[in-house]
């Protein structure tokens, strides 16, 4: 079965700087998709990057961007320029590709907080 | 606007008393999802569907119940609620899986309380 384990239940940041969240996954499937998702306190989730197994360039979206290590089975986030907006607990999700089960698998959770 | 609804939004109930938590999505979505979060667990699936009239189990579907009429609809059913599901839930909706975009779009969440 595949797991997602975020090996760091809270981190925090200062205002401006870049912070980086953890998340390692298992899986015996070639391809597959991961994303991070972001639970501000409104507590609904809200997608923030899409990482697709079979691409090696790494996904951005503008201050957000992952570090993909496929045989590592590493998903990394980094938050560039960290935003006070940016207060949420982060998400690892993983979802394999085709099937006839199509649902994300969590990890538990990073709390990161921006320090002013 | 395109959007993953979830009615209602607060939810406090009693032992026993029967209730249906609503989603509705207007991206003409074949799969639809219902998850539940508890503190420390993280999110874990309860039920999915891939299609009209086609439902199936998540991880932890004790409890509880879906249908699938229509392709925009998806009610959770808690036939008779427990303490032990006081939780915050939510739906959620994408393409069928295997094509590309198959991102999934949550709703805002249901928090659901049983006394």
């Known amino acids: 079965a595949q797991t997602v384990t975020q090996s760091q239940p809270e981190m925090s940041v200062q205002e401006a700087e870049t912070v980086t969240l953890s998340c390692t996954y298992d899986?015996?499937?070639?391809?597959?998709?991961l994303f991070w998702y972001k639970q501000p306190p409104s507590r609904q989730m809200i997608l923030v990057i899409r990482?697709?197994?079979?691409?090696?360039q790494n996904a951005t979206e503008n201050r957000f961007s992952v570090n993909f290590q496929k045989a590592a089975k590493s998903f990394s986030l980094k938050i560039s320029d960290s935003q006070l907006g940016d207060a949420a607990m982060y998400f690892c999700?993983?979802?394999?590709?085709?099937?006839?089960?199509?649902?994300?698998?969590f990890g538990k959770g990073t709390k990161l907080s921006v320090k002013p | 606007e395109a959007q993953v609804t979830q009615n209602p939004r607060y939810l406090i109930t009693v032992t026993g008393k029967k209730l249906t938590v609503t989603c509705s999505q207007n991206?003409?979505?074949?799969?639809m999802s219902w998850y539940r979060q508890d503190p420390g667990l993280g999110l874990r699936q309860i039920y999915y569907?891939?299609?009209?009239?086609?439902?199936d189990k998540g991880d932890v579907p004790e409890g509880y119940k879906v249908s699938r009429k229509e392709k925009r609809n998806f009610p959770l059913i808690l036939e008779s609620p427990s303490p032990n599901q006081t939780s915050l839930y939510f739906c959620?909706?994408?393409?069928?899986?295997?094509?590309?975009?198959?991102?999934?779009?949550f709703g805002p969440g249901t928090r659901l309380t049983v006394l």
């Open positions: 990482q697709e197994a079979y691409k090696q």
């Open positions: 959620a909706s994408s393409h069928r899986t295997g094509i590309v975009t198959d991102t999934q779009y």
């Open positions: 569907s891939m299609n009209v009239e086609v439902t």
């Open positions: 899986t015996s499937e070639s391809d597959y998709y």
């Open positions: 991206m003409n979505h074949e799969y």
């Open positions: 999700a993983y979802r394999r590709d085709g099937g006839s089960q199509g649902n994300l698998i």
